[in-house]
């Protein structure tokens, strides 16, 4: 099992940016797929990016695709998905995720999660 903690989320303007980082104790994220996804007040987890364990094979959801982007360092365990022209609509809570399978945007197919961090965007 992994544990994972996010960091970074904060406060910005429309148009603005932010870097958010996942930390990770025990096995080495070369070990899992890794994902961010976020949670908007009153909905779901929403996909966010992906990175597969085999290959390195990324994934972005449409809304973000162009914008963010996910990136990891194995040796450091730590992950990292950087989020540029923010949008109001970007405001959630942002988790990152590991996975066992080789790649996947779905939230059930995680294991472990962090505990979020927000990310709030102004007008």
């Known amino acids: 099992q992994v544990q994972l903690a996010e960091f970074g989320g904060g406060s910005v303007q429309a148009g603005g940016s932010l870097t958010l980082t996942c930390t990770a104790s025990?096995?080495?994220?070369?070990?899992?797929?890794m994902g961010w996804f976020r949670r908007a007040p009153g909905k779901g987890h929403e996909f966010v990016a992906q990175i597969g364990k085999i290959g390195g094979l990324i994934t972005y959801a449409d809304s973000v695709k162009g914008r963010f982007t996910i990136s990891r360092d194995s040796a450091k365990k730590t992950l990292y998905l950087q989020m540029n022209s923010l949008k109001p609509e970007d405001t959630a809570v942002y988790f990152c995720?590991?996975?066992?399978?080789?790649?996947?945007?779905?939230?059930?197919?995680?294991?472990?999660w962090g505990q979020g961090t927000q990310v709030t965007v102004s007008s």
């Open positions: 995720a590991a996975s066992l399978r080789d790649y996947s945007d779905t939230p059930l197919e995680y294991t472990s």
């Open positions: 025990g096995r080495t994220l070369a070990t899992y797929t």
